[in-house]
C-alpha cells in the first residue's frame, strides 16, 4: 500500500500505518515532509518526555513502569528509543528493550526504535519525526528514550518537553555526573536504585549541585523498582515538569526546525553533487574557492 | 599590516606572521583559503603527530618531553592545542599549557591553541588549516593536543599521521577504555605514570585488547616522566609509526577536505541566508519543501 493510502490510517491512530510512516522518516522518504506540511497544525497535542542516563541506569525499567501509569489513566502511550550507531560498533542496539515486552500486546502502547545512517542530523530529524508521526496518529505520550547524556547525537531538549536524566549509584561522583551536563539536561533527576549503597550520597550530591546551579527548582528523585511510592512521586514530579515547561519549551521550536530541515536537506544535496564532479581533490582549497564562485543562492519568491 | 603581506613572513617561517595566520583561519577569513590554494602544492613536508586522551593523563608533560628530543636533532616543532568549547561550559581551556613554558623563549618552537565558534565543523576546520600554516611556515613536527578519545569535536584522525593515545592507570579499566575507541584512534597506547600503581595491569589489559584487535600491530609503551629511557623508547615507536603510516593517511586526505571545506561553506551561507527570511516558522516542512523549489544547484563550469 502506498504511503498516500496511510495517511487516513494514521491519523485514526492505526499502529501498522504508523509504524511505515516511521520507516519512511527514517528513510528521507520525502512523503513525510508532504503529511507533515498538510498536517502541522493538528500537531502538539502530545506530551513528550525525554529519559536519557547512562547505559545500564534502568531508563527502560523506569519506562515501562511509567506506561503502566499512564494506560491506568486512559492514555495511549508511544515508546521511542533512539538507536545510537556509534562511528565504531557500526551498529549498537539499544540494550534491555525487552524489559518493556509486558505491553506489547497492549494496543494502547506503541513501542518503536528509531535509527538512521548517514546524513548528517538524519537521527535528530528522524526521531522528531516519529514523535510527529505518534502525535498524529493520536498518542497521549510519548517517551523518548536516548542513551548517555550530553554527547547524544540527538538533542532529547530540542524535541521533548521535559527531560528526565536517569542514573545510579555507580553513575560515578558528582563531578564526572555534572561535566556531562547533566544539570543543563534534566528537568527532573532521577536517582534509580536508590536502595543501593552510595545512593543517598548521589541524591545529595545532586540536590547540592542543583542549588547551586541557574536552574535551583530541579526536583531530584530517588526511584527503585520495588518501592512503589517512588515511582508514584516520579509520576507526579514528571508530569508537574511537563505542564509547567511546555509552553516555553514549544515556543522557538519552529524556527530551529526550519532551519534543522533546510540545513540537512541542503548538505544531503551538496554531498550528492560532489559526488557528481569528477575532478580529482588534489588541491580542496581551490575547489571550494570555485565551488563558492559557482554558488547560486536559492530563488526565494 | 594586512594579512597579504604576511604571505612571505609566513612562508620564511616568521613566527608572528604565523599567529596571524592563525587567527585568519579561526576568524574564517577567506585570504586563507585563498593563500592555501595558491601554496597547496607545498604543503606535506610537515610530520603530524595527534596526541589525544583524558584531562590528567599527562599529555602536556609528555608533549613537552618530546618537543626536546625533537629540538635536539634540530627539528623546528609546532606544538596545536585544540580548544574545546563544551556547549555547556563556555569555553573551558585546556588545563596546564604552563608545562610547556620552558620551550616559551625558544624560536624553534611554535605554541599555540586554536578555537573556533559557531560554525558547525569550524574547529575542525580551523585546526586542519593551523596544522596547514604551520607546515607552510617550515615546522618539521607538529604535535596536535587534543582532549579526550573518541568524542572530540576534531577528528585527529583526519588530520594527524598518527595518533597518540595518553592514558593513566586511573584513567579505568579496559571496557572503559575499549568503549571510548582507543584502540580506532590509536596509533600508539601510552600507559602513562607507568611507575604508579595498576600500571601494569592497564598496560597488559591493553596489549590483549590490542591482540584481539584489528590492528594487533599497535604499540604499547609505558612511560614515566623521570624515566628517560621509556621516552627514548615512546619517542623511537612514534617515528615508526609516523614513517609507517603517512602515506597511506595522506592518500584520500584530499578528498575529504574538499567535502569538509565545501560543506562547511554551504551550511554558513545557508544559515545567513535562513537568517534574511523574515516569515514566520509557523509551518517548518512546509518552508522546508517551499526551499527545495526554490533550491538551485551550484552552476559547474
Redesign the interface.
Known amino acids: 500500500m502506498s504511503l498516500g493510502a496511510l495517511e487516513k490510517p494514521l491519523l485514526a491512530g492505526d499502529g501498522r500505518a504508523l509504524a511505515k510512516w516511521i520507516s519512511a522518516a527514517e528513510n528521507r522518504d520525502p512523503a513525510v515532509?508532504?503529511l507533515?506540511?498538510r498536517q502541522?497544525?493538528r500537531l502538539g497535542k502530545a506530551s513528550v518526555l525525554g529519559v536519557t542516563g547512562p547505559p545500564g541506569a534502568g531508563k527502560s525499567t523506569l519506562i515501562g513502569l511509567l506506561v503502566e501509569r499512564l494506560r491506568k489513566e486512559g492514555q495511549k502511550v508511544g515508546v521511542l528509543a533512539v538507536d545510537p550507531i556509534?562511528?565504531?560498533s557500526d551498529g549498537a542496539l539499544l540494550g534491555d528493550r525487552i524489559r518493556l515486552s509486558n505491553h506489547f500486546n497492549d494496543m494502547g502502547v506503541f513501542i518503536r526504535s528509531v535509527s538512521t545512517r548517514g546524513r548528517l542530523g538524519g537521527l535528530s530529524i528522524a526521531t522528531r519525526e516519529a514523535v510527529h508521526l505518534m502525535d498524529l496518529a493520536g498518542f497521549d505520550s510519548i517517551l523518548l528514550e536516548t542513551v548517555g547524556v550530553?554527547?547524544s547525537e540527538v538533542d532529547v531538549r530540542r524535541i521533548a518537553d521535559a527531560t528526565m536524566v536517569v542514573l545510579v549509584p555507580e553513575s560515578g561522583d558528582g563531578i564526572q555526573v555534572l561535566k556531562a551536563?547533566v544539570l543543563?539536561i534534566g528537568d527532573v533527576l532521577v536517582v534509580n536504585k536508590s536502595d543501593r549503597e552510595r545512593a543517598s550520597e548521589l541524591t545529595l550530591a545532586l540536590k547540592e549541585m542543583v542549588s547551586l546551579s541557574k536552574r535551583p527548582q530541579v526536583p531530584v528523585v530517588g526511584t527503585s523498582q520495588g518501592d512503589v511510592k517512588s515511582i508514584d512521586d516520579l509520576f507526579l514530579v514528571i508530569q508537574n515538569q511537563l505542564t509547567r515547561l511546555k509552553a516555553a519549551r514549544r515556543a522557538d521550536r519552529?524556527?530551529f526546525?526550519?532551519?534543522e530541515?533546510?540545513?540537512s536537506?541542503?548538505?544531503g544535496?551538496?554531498?550528492r553533487?560532489?559526488g557528481t564532479?569528477v575532478e580529482?581533490?588534489?588541491?580542496?582549497?581551490?575547489?571550494?574557492?570555485r565551488?563558492?564562485k559557482?554558488?547560486?543562492?536559492?530563488?526565494?519568491k
Chains 1, 2 share one sequence.
Open positions: 515532509w508532504e507533515l506540511a502541522y497544525d556509534s562511528p565504531f550530553g554527547q551536563g543543563e519552529g524556527a526546525e526550519r532551519t530541515l533546510v540545513e536537506w541542503v548538505l544535496e551538496v554531498r553533487w560532489l564532479v580529482d581533490a588534489a588541491n580542496p582549497y581551490d575547489f571550494a574557492m565551488f563558492i559557482a554558488w547560486t543562492p536559492p530563488r526565494w
